[in-house]
């Protein structure tokens, strides 16, 4: 497919509406040449006004209106490919149980709904992991339903509290609980776990050992699984600065691209092993007291909210997964292999919080080359008002980094 070229025989769809929603619509457009529906309630003002989407608003993000607006959107295009795409995983857990009610015209990039569930919990992630030569880090699982008594933290505090499952949290994270705890002492931890418990949480939270290091130690690795069960797509790469607001925390906003030969090996192993398909996104963390110790967290079962990252490195990867679900082409394995700066902070933000003077030289490099992506920033799709957006956009992030981060630290908490 020539970048750009038309195609008039696919409708893209695109569930939320944040800024990783938005690279989705960029990545079809500079794919494919086609304008992406936005199913969301609001989207971000560089959605609204923008010349590569259209709006579908929805009342709310819930089952039941998902399923109406699918239906609506295939039943008005029934001659065409319905493709539909999301970054968000309380949305691919809902996408996959609406799968089998759906039309036939539509197409969802997602893993079948048992491997969403069993990679999803962490608790199983961490035995998977240990399968396949990977280490996940060392954890004890508090059950909030029932009367079960909250687990004893022997080893060294603080620790990380969050969930096993992230799908049947995100609910309690709109009523104000954290994404992430960093916990200080056992007393706080079962206080945490209490209120959680009083609040109607039944699920389980993972106990787990603090890993040091600042965001400079985290590391993404995206992979792609196509119908065959080949991986097509490796793309990796190295955190700068992660979000620091309460709900977002954990989410990078600026990073180096890479190439890790020997975990895209290991981690396509694991997901081959489970039948896995679609898009993966792991979250690794090298421990600086245990030089080679790659820790791994988790792997969202979604194309992460970075997907640009792979782009900007040589690959568009919803390209690729168009060629597979859609035109059932057998691509050739890619790896996304370009050394560019990811990033949606301004750059002399990001210096801030770069603290290794050879990591820093490497930014400063790339800025001088020219090699730095940013999603939002389309030419394509330019405009006084998209342009507002983008400058309040980046202002607000230099503001919520004042408040929630203002300095960087060991542990990035």
């Known amino acids: 497919m020539t970048q750009g070229q038309t195609r008039t025989d696919l409708v893209s769809v695109v569930i ?16 494919f040449g086609v304008r992406s529906i936005c199913v969301a309630p609001l989207p971000i003002g560089a959605i609204r006004h923008s010349k590569i989407f259209d709006w579908h608003r929805v009342e709310s ?11 609506d959107i295939a039943a008005a295009n029934a001659g065409k490919t319905v493709f539909v795409l999301s970054n968000a995983d309380p949305i691919i857990a809902i996408l996959s149980r609406l799968a089998a009610e759906l039309p036939d015209n539509l197409v969802m990039c997602m893993p079948p709904a048992e491997v969403v569930d069993l990679v999803s919990d962490k608790v199983e ?9 990977l280490e996940a880090p060392l954890s004890l699982v508090a059950r909030c339903g029932g009367d079960e008594a909250w687990p004893v933290w022997e080893k060294d505090f603080p620790l990380v509290l969050k969930p096993a499952y992230s799908p049947e949290y995100a609910a309690y994270i709109a009523r104000g609980f954290q994404k992430v705890y960093y916990v200080q002492s056992q007393q706080e931890l ?16 993972l106990v787990q050992e603090l890993i040091e290091g600042d965001d400079t130690w985290m590391d993404s690795i995206t992979l792609y699984l196509d119908q065959r069960g080949e991986c097509t797509l490796f793309g990796s ?6 979000d620091h607001a309460p709900a977002m925390l954990g989410n990078p906003v600026a990073m180096i691209t890479q190439q890790v030969p020997e975990l895209w090996q290991k981690t396509s192993q694991m997901l081959k092993s489970v039948g896995y398909r679609g898009f993966a996104n792991f979250d690794i963390k090298r421990d600086p007291k245990h030089p080679g110790r790659y820790v791994f967290f988790e792997v969202n079962p979604r194309i992460g909210r970075n997907s640009f990252y792979n782009l900007a490195a040589g690959v568009n990867p919803v390209e690729l997964a168009v060629r597979d679900l859609v035109d059932h082409e057998a691509v050739e394995p890619q790896t996304a292999s370009d050394k560019v700066l990811y990033t949606l902070v301004p750059v002399s933000l990001l210096r801030k919080y770069v603290r290794d003077p050879q990591l820093l030289e490497q930014v400063n490099g790339l800025v001088k080359k020219g090699l730095v992506f940013d999603p939002q920033r389309y030419k394509k799709d330019w405009g006084l008002r998209r342009a507002l957006d983008v400058e309040l956009t980046e202002k607000n992030q230099i503001r919520k980094f004042s408040r929630y981060y203002p300095e960087p630290t060991d542990t990035s908490f």
């Open 190 to 205: 079962e206080g945490i776990l209490t209120s959680l418990r009083e609040a109607g949480f039944a699920g389980d939270m």
């Open 16 to 31: 939320a509406g944040d800024i990783g929603a938005y690279a989705l619509g960029r990545e079809m457009h500079e794919a």
């Open 125 to 133: 992630f961490a035995r998977l992991c240990e399968q396949n030569g």
């Open 61 to 71: 993000l819930s089952q039941e209106h998902l399923r109406d607006a699918l239906r």
């Open 237 to 242: 790469a190295r955190v700068l600065l992660e």
